[in-house]
């Protein structure tokens, strides 16, 4: 059931980055230990979207979200939106208004939000740091998650809240050379 929406060429391309992210980073480093089976069981939705502004990725967040209310077999929505928000700082103040999307229509509880940008830096961390990249993705990204399900995914795992730290480890050994050698041969043009 895997679904992907493009319109063009050029979609396929911001796609094509972010399923490389994916296999090479989130799967492929274990990053996330539950996407893994999401992916095998195409139950994931790719959609790129076209919005210039602001409201327009609002608009098709709020679309999306109702897909996802009307479909359960879409467990997860990764919503690529290569056009807007490109600065990290202007994506930060954004991500309220995603949430007050989810509050406003009676989802709080139902779904949640998980935010991927090419500039991620986490509070605390200068930009370059190397465990910036856990959250780093080739374009902006709101990954759009059924809370139940993440519940009961978190459920099966074993020791979930050392997943953070482990990632954070994971990158440090890596280090900086390599994270941008990788960025560079799988997720940009």
């Given at each position: 059931?895997?679904?992907?929406?493009?319109?063009?060429?050029?979609?396929?391309?911001?796609?094509?980055?972010?399923?490389?992210?994916?296999?090479?980073?989130v799967?492929?480093?274990?990053?996330?230990?539950?996407?893994?089976?999401?992916?095998?069981?195409?139950?994931?939705?790719?959609?790129?979207?076209?919005?210039?502004t602001?409201?327009?990725?609002?608009?098709?967040?709020?679309?999306?979200?109702?897909?996802?209310?009307?479909?359960?077999?879409?467990?997860?929505?990764?919503?690529?939106?290569?056009?807007?928000?490109?600065?990290?700082?202007?994506?930060?103040?954004?991500?309220?208004?995603?949430?007050?999307?989810?509050?406003?229509?009676?989802?709080?509880?139902?779904?949640?939000?998980?935010?991927?940008?090419?500039?991620?830096?986490?509070?605390?961390?200068?930009?370059?740091?190397?465990?910036?990249?856990?959250?780093?993705?080739?374009?902006?990204?709101l990954?759009?998650?059924?809370?139940?399900?993440?519940?009961?995914?978190?459920?099966?795992?074993?020791?979930?809240?050392?997943?953070?730290?482990?990632?954070?480890?994971?990158?440090?050994?890596?280090?900086?050379?390599?994270?941008?050698?990788?960025?560079?041969?799988?997720?940009?043009?």
């Amino acid at each position: 059931m895997q679904e992907t929406t493009t319109s063009n060429d050029t979609d396929a391309k911001y796609l094509k980055a972010i399923e490389n992210w994916l296999d090479s980073m989130v799967v492929g480093l274990n990053l996330c230990p539950f996407a893994r089976r999401e992916l095998d069981n195409d139950k994931v939705r790719f959609s790129v979207s076209d919005a210039n502004t602001d409201q327009d990725l609002l608009d098709t967040l709020l679309q999306e979200l109702l897909l996802l209310d009307s479909t359960p077999a879409i467990e997860t929505t990764l919503l690529i939106h290569p056009h807007v928000l490109q600065d990290f700082h202007d994506y930060t103040l954004f991500l309220p208004r995603t949430n007050r999307v989810i509050k406003s229509n009676g989802w709080k509880g139902v779904y949640q939000i998980a935010s991927f940008h090419p500039q991620y830096q986490f509070a605390g961390c200068e930009p370059d740091d190397c465990e910036n990249y856990t959250n780093r993705a080739p374009y902006p990204v709101l990954h759009l998650l059924r809370e139940n399900s993440l519940e009961r995914a978190i459920d099966s795992h074993p020791n979930t809240a050392d997943i953070p730290e482990r990632n954070i480890q994971l990158m440090n050994d890596m280090g900086r050379e390599q994270l941008q050698t990788l960025w560079q041969a799988n997720y940009r043009e």
